[in-house]
């Protein structure tokens, strides 16, 4: 069973653009929220992450929108750059000690 | 520190062979954590170690694979024998639980290849 549900499966956007990946979850236990970025040959490496007490964390270009309520989060990548392209997961954890991964999402920015 | 280290970087085995991929946590880190990555099915968590000890392996497929972790700077995964179906790019991670705790670094992983 899929613990975190990530959509969409590839994203292709133009330079300039806004990216944007969604992800859903079930336990209400879970308390931390990170967002993974993985570069071909590597393994993922932590982007940013969000705990549940706050609806929205920004990083640079990197921003985490979190609705408790409807129980989604989802990462926008402002200013889309092609360096920016790489597969992205969203991820959900308990006291970070475990730790449950969406399918992953490839973007894609074309120049 | 150097990171989560893994080896070996790439294996190509014949079907029925054993396999085992190793993993270096980083050091004073208490979780460690076994993935197998696919295109089909992302990132599936197989077992995690909290200070040596197996806490949840409900991910391992089937009794084909097993892992230890002997000591805190050190774990194995074996597949024995191992199938086509097997092949992906195995992950460990490493995390520390204290103080809030820490997120799961990763290493760059084994891509397996059983033909």
């Known amino acids: 069973q899929q613990q975190v549900k990530q959509s969409p499966q590839s994203l292709i956007v133009q330079k300039g653009g806004i990216s944007i990946i969604n992800c859903a979850y079930e336990?209400?236990?879970?308390?931390?929220f990170p967002w993974y970025q993985q570069f071909p040959g590597k393994g993922p490496a932590l982007l940013i992450a969000i705990r549940p007490d706050v609806s929205e964390k920004k990083e640079g270009r990197f921003t985490i929108s979190f609705n408790k309520s409807a129980k989604q989060f989802s990462l926008h990548i402002m200013d889309s750059q092609p360096g920016d392209s790489a597969t992205y997961f969203c991820?959900?954890?308990?006291?970070?000690?475990?730790?449950?991964f969406g399918t992953g999402t490839s973007l894609t920015v074309i120049p | 520190d150097a990171g989560v280290i893994q080896s070996p970087r790439h294996e190509v085995t014949e079907m029925g062979q054993e396999v085992t991929l190793r993993c270096k946590p980083i050091?004073?880190?208490?979780?460690l954590f076994w993935y197998r990555q696919t295109m089909m099915r992302g990132l599936e968590l197989l077992i995690y170690f909290n200070n040596n000890v197996p806490i949840d392996d409900s991910g391992m497929p089937e009794d084909r694979f097993s892992a230890k972790m002997p000591n805190a700077s050190f774990s194995t995964l074996k597949i024995q024998p191992s199938e086509p179906r097997d092949s992906a790019v195995y992950f460990c991670?490493?995390?520390?639980?204290?103080?809030?705790?820490?997120?799961?670094?990763f290493g760059q992983g084994t891509r397996l290849t059983v033909v």
């Open positions: 991670a490493s995390s520390f639980s204290s103080g809030g705790g820490t997120e799961a670094f």
């Open positions: 050091s004073g880190h208490d979780y």
């Open positions: 336990n209400t236990a879970f308390d931390y």
């Open positions: 991820a959900a954890s308990i006291a970070r000690n475990q730790f449950y």
